[in-house]
């Protein structure tokens, strides 16, 4: 097992280009990211982090940073062909090989409704179109630009629950960035110990290229069915909590990746709406120390 831990804006509370909801700075982001002891990190949103390849590589090389990936999401029930984002793709494409990335993250923005309840509207056609387009896609970020683009299964999207994300790896042979916490949220227990994405990752080993680590609040968890709350109400109580915290045993988790031999990324990726600049900082120093203490890394 070798794992390269990185980051990402998210953790400052950046999910937008805007710097919103957090409103952290792009360069107190890289700024912390560094301080607190990362090497590596994603994009982020596009356009978050500066376009211009150069600026961005000076900005890096001033912190010893390096770039593992970059994200796009898209609302894939609404994209009727591949041309409709080819060239924002490209553009993204271009900017990741200029800074030296090996993967493109993707994951999906359709409107599902508050619970996912629009899912079962969707045709067997509509779904074959979401499927081939993400297929193209992958096809397309590799073939043009030797970028991985791995899939990111995500709570409200069109692939969010274990038969979905089965149902899309195959039809697109596409293999995932694995989320540990959108996993568990969607598909385990608010129980202590919860085992649903140590189990996923023990059963699909050989499609997981790409994971973020992430953990889930059970409390929280359990306070949202008791009270029927949505998942946007969710993160704005985080639920998705510090790693060692949660409900997902991260020592166990050590041993699965051990036991799959995992190679590759993993981004320490907490989602934190609601938080400051400097609680994030806090957090991204506390959650890159755990995994040292447990020699996750």
């Not at 990936?69 to 080819?86: E, H, M, N, P, V």
């Not at 998942?231 to 510090?242: G, N």
């Not at 020592?251 to 907490?270: A, C, D, M, P, S």
């Amino acid at each position: 097992m070798k794992v390269t831990i990185a980051t990402a804006p998210c953790s400052w509370g950046v999910w937008y280009a805007d710097g919103t909801p957090s409103g952290t700075p792009w360069r107190t982001f890289l700024d912390q990211a560094a301080s607190a002891g990362y090497q590596a990190l994603e994009l982020g949103p596009v356009g978050y982090l500066p376009a211009n390849y150069k600026e961005l590589l000076t900005e890096l090389e001033e912190r010893s940073l390096w770039v593992c990936a970059g994200t796009a999401c898209y609302a894939f029930d609404q994209i009727s062909k591949l041309d409709t984002i080819r060239d924002e793709l490209d553009l993204l494409c271009k900017l990741l090989v200029q800074v030296n990335a090996k993967y493109l993250v993707t994951m999906d923005e359709s409107d599902v409704g508050r619970f996912g309840e629009k899912k079962s509207d969707l045709t067997f056609s509509q779904s074959k179109k979401s499927f081939q387009i993400i297929r193209e896609m992958a096809e397309f970020t590799h073939q043009e630009h030797g970028i991985k683009t791995v899939f990111h299964p995500h709570i409200k999207s069109l692939y969010e629950y274990e038969n979905e994300i089965q149902s899309l790896m195959e039809a697109t042979g596409i293999d995932l960035c694995f989320d540990t916490g959108h996993h568990t949220y969607s598909n385990g227990s608010p129980a202590i110990r919860n085992r649903s994405a140590l189990d996923f990752l023990l059963k699909y080993p050989e499609r997981i290229a790409y994971i973020h680590f992430k953990n889930v609040d059970g409390d929280i968890r359990k306070r949202v069915l008791d009270e029927n709350l949505d998942s946007d109400q969710a993160f704005d109580l985080d639920v998705m909590c510090d790693l060692e915290d949660g409900i997902i045993d991260f020592r166990e988790l050590k041993t699965v990746l051990e036991t799959i031999n995992f190679k590759g990324i993993g981004v320490i990726e907490q989602d934190m709406p609601r938080a400051s600049t400097n609680q994030a900082f806090t957090s991204a120093k506390r959650n890159l120390s755990f995994l040292k203490e447990i020699g996750l890394v």
